[in-house]
């Protein structure tokens, strides 16, 4: 069975320093996996997403992402914050269970506190 | 482009009460989820439909049932609402079930508090 645990439930950084919010994964065959972002009362929005091809992953807004498979760990990075991006964001895996379907696992989020 | 919508976007029900929840996308994507949104846990999956005219059971189904109505259109239904359904719920979509490296489109969320 999959999971994934996000290790800082809140991150707090001032503008125009980098930003790293954590993730870690399990997964018992070959995982895709996702950063989304959620800005107050809105949906979430796709960051990046690691499906087996290049193990740095760039997305939008200048955040990126490096799957180490060894470490099991895809945390997201961004060299330095603009107060746009204070939000939530979530980690997510995808793999396949064992009735062969390939199911989706969310992390518990981490909060992005952007201080000017 | 509308992508996924949602209504309403906010409701209160009293504990017993009924109500049905609506998500339509333009997308034209096989497949549509519904998540609840609580505190700490992310979003975990109530049910699903891989494709018109399907549903399935997601992690946390007791207390809902949903209709796909058309490829566009995908409802949620609690029939006796309860404390516990407090959430937001986000309706999702993507082109096709079981594609994994396929992203979801979500909408923006209903909000429902039962009292």
């Known amino acids: 069975a999959q999971s994934v645990t996000q290790l800082d439930s809140h991150v707090s950084v001032s503008e125009g320093t980098p930003v790293l919010l954590r993730c870690n994964y399990s997964?018992?065959?070959?995982?895709?996996l996702f950063w989304y972002v959620q800005h107050p009362n809105k949906g979430l929005q796709l960051l990046l997403k690691?499906?087996?091809?290049?193990?740095l992953v760039k997305g939008i807004n200048g955040f990126e992402a490096e799957f180490k498979k060894s470490e099991t760990s895809f945390h997201l990075t961004k060299p330095s914050a603009h107060m746009s991006d204070a939000a939530e964001y979530f980690c997510?895996?995808?793999?396949?269970?064992?009735?062969?379907?390939?199911?989706?696992?969310f992390g518990s989020g981490t909060r992005l506190q952007v201080q000017p | 482009n509308a992508g996924v919508t949602q209504t309403p976007k906010f409701q209160v029900l009293k504990t017993g009460q009924s109500m049905t929840l609506q998500c339509a996308q333009d997308?034209?994507?096989?497949?549509m989820y519904w998540y609840r949104q609580d505190p700490g846990m992310g979003l975990r999956l109530i049910y699903y439909?891989?494709?018109?005219?399907?549903?399935d059971k997601g992690e946390v189904p007791n207390g809902y049932n949903v209709s796909r109505l058309n490829k566009r259109e995908f409802s949620l239904r609690l029939e006796s609402a309860a404390p516990s359904q407090t959430s937001v719920y986000f309706c999702?979509?993507?082109?096709?079930?079981?594609?994994?490296?396929?992203?979801?489109?979500f909408g923006n969320g209903t909000r429902l508090t039962v009292t």
């Open positions: 999702a979509s993507r082109p096709r079930e079981g594609q994994g490296d396929s992203p979801l489109h």
């Open positions: 997964s018992s065959y070959s995982p895709s």
């Open positions: 690691y499906t087996s091809a290049a193990t």
């Open positions: 997510v895996v995808s793999d396949t269970e064992d009735t062969g379907r390939r199911a989706l696992t």
């Open positions: 997308m034209n994507h096989n497949s």
């Open positions: 439909s891989a494709s018109e005219g399907t549903t």
